[in-house]
């Protein structure tokens, strides 16, 4: 579903992306870890094309999206959430998902209409809503939010863009226990057929989400393998592992 | 769920009807005052969508009054077209000019746009005042005003331009409502309050982007056609930056944002300017206070602070929802 062949990025002399290849199939849950600074984020950006890549191609379904400015990929298929809130802050939950979901339906051409009879978006809109649990706080405004309902919604406007490939970018990032917990059961009850890319850095949630993971450590890719492998293998457990779950 | 009297239209209406009813007894000075107010009300709408709703401050939008008027003028006088193709062409010319602008404008933000928006305008200004063929500084005179003859009215008569510039205006309000309420507008207010966002939900922000500065062009092209009617004469002092600063504290002040907002704010400045010019000579320096005033503590202009109490004291605990 997601194919990433031999991405290089370096700023100056600084090699950010060393080389990263990855293949998600379809319906596989990925996740990206490592330590800060190992280049997981910038990883993402060059998936997403918000970082152009100096080398290196990123196919989606078939579709080479290697050239294609964000919003194409976009559209192609790539739906991200961020590691800092990146919301509609003046808006509330039900705002917030509507303007996603029209997006995602590519209404942003009708101007003669009014935005409110578009029944489809609202209903779009309530069903997302209903996945990531933010049913209740439709008509909250996101600023009133709490922090873990906002982490919520940033997941939530990743899913209204109907993705092919989720990427979620350490959904649970600053949240206190009790708010990851809801999270990992909010990503583990998305449907099967969902393409999931993520980067977290609490194993609890990439153990219990994903089946394959990717290892970078400077850049470059450390090592590739199923939950099993990368839990066993020795150079992760000295580099990384070691200080995350002892 | 659906509700079609929303306070702005209310408003809006209630502007326009008093408007309308004041114009018989306004005598020539008030009728005059009001066609001038409902131009600039045009034009201030035209610029908020820009400023308030897409978060485009443009310090050039005189560029594209001046256009409209220009085009009006150079067509009736110059070349003989009526006055009703020449508004058309005036319109059409502002858009073009903005498509054209607007290509390279639009990928640039905060202080670049404002800059480059502002050098563009006085590239015009410079143009039109060392052009002699259309009168260079001392303007262009003899612009004729739109035939209503064939609803048997006469628009050279105060009242019946003012009333005429009023309907205009009205119907510039509607259409630029209806626009700002589908999925276009939303995705412009979208944009505005995270355009990075809606670049990664898939949405060409550069486009839409464009396509809304267009449509603010065309739309101040229309007031600048109106206007030259209005004065039956354009000089380059139509598209001076001072004339795009001055609109933009028209939408300041009344509230960005809100078309309505823009309209009290052109209402309110250019009362305030007459009747202060003619008690002080330093009627300027108070104009000043007024506008840190309203920007010190009703930051949300004029209507947009009443509205604001309004929604609260109607709703104390209800989110202001912008969706409706």
Known sequence: MLKATSLNKSFGSLVVTDNVSLHVPAGGRHAVIGPNGAGKTTFFNLLTGEIKANSGQVVIDGQDISSASPDARARAGLGRSFQKNNLFMEMTVLENLATASAVAMQLGKIFWKSFQTFSAVRQAAEEIAGLVNLADVLKVPVKNLSYGHQRQLEVGLALATRPKVLMLDEPTSGMSPEETAVMLKLISSLPRTLTILIIEHDMEVVFGVTDRITVLDYGSVLVEGTVEEVRNSEIVRQRYLGEAIS | ?324
């Open chain 2, 1 to 324: 769920m659906k509700n079609y009297f929303t306070l702005e239209r209310v408003t809006a209406l209630v502007i326009v009807v008093s408007c309308l009813g004041f114009v018989d007894f306004a005598g020539y000075y008030g009728q005059e005052l009001i066609a001038e107010i409902a131009i600039l009300a045009i034009f201030a709408m035209s610029l908020d969508l820009l400023v308030g709703y897409t978060g485009l401050v443009s310090l050039g939008h005189a560029a594209f009054l001046g256009i409209g008027a220009y085009a009006t003028g150079i067509l009736t006088v110059h070349m003989g077209w009526n006055v009703a193709s020449s508004m058309a062409a005036g319109v059409i010319m502002a858009g073009l000019i903005a498509a054209i602008i607007g290509a390279f404008v639009v990928r640039l933000g905060g202080i670049f746009f404002i800059m480059i928006t502002l050098a563009l305008s006085q590239m015009f200004y410079a143009y039109f005042l060392k052009n002699r063929e259309f009168g260079g500084d001392d303007g262009m005179p003899g612009i004729p005003r739109l035939d209503l003859e064939m609803f048997g009215l006469d628009a050279s008569d105060p009242a019946i331009f003012a009333v005429f510039t009023v309907i205009v205006a009205a119907l510039v309000f509607v259409l630029l409502d209806l626009i700002m309420n589908s999925p276009f507008g939303r995705y412009l207010l979208a944009i505005h309050q995270n355009e990075n966002r809606m670049r990664s939900l898939g949405a060409p922000i550069g486009l839409y982007k464009l396509a809304i500065f267009i449509v603010a062009g065309m739309v101040a092209g229309l007031a600048g056609s109106m206007q030259a009617q209005h004065m039956g004469f354009v000089s380059p002092d139509a598209m001076f930056w001072t004339v795009s600063g001055i609109v933009l504290i028209m939408v300041i002040v009344g509230g960005t944002g809100t078309l309505v907002g823009a309209v009290v704010g052109a209402a309110v400045v250019r009362m305030m300017s007459h009747e202060l010019s003619s008690l002080t000579e330093y009627w300027m320096m108070y104009m000043g206070l007024f506008f840190i005033g309203i920007v010190l503590f009703a930051g949300d202009g004029i209507y947009g602070t009443l509205a604001k109490y309004w929604h609260r004291a109607r709703d104390p605990k209800a989110p202001q929802d912008l969706a409706k």
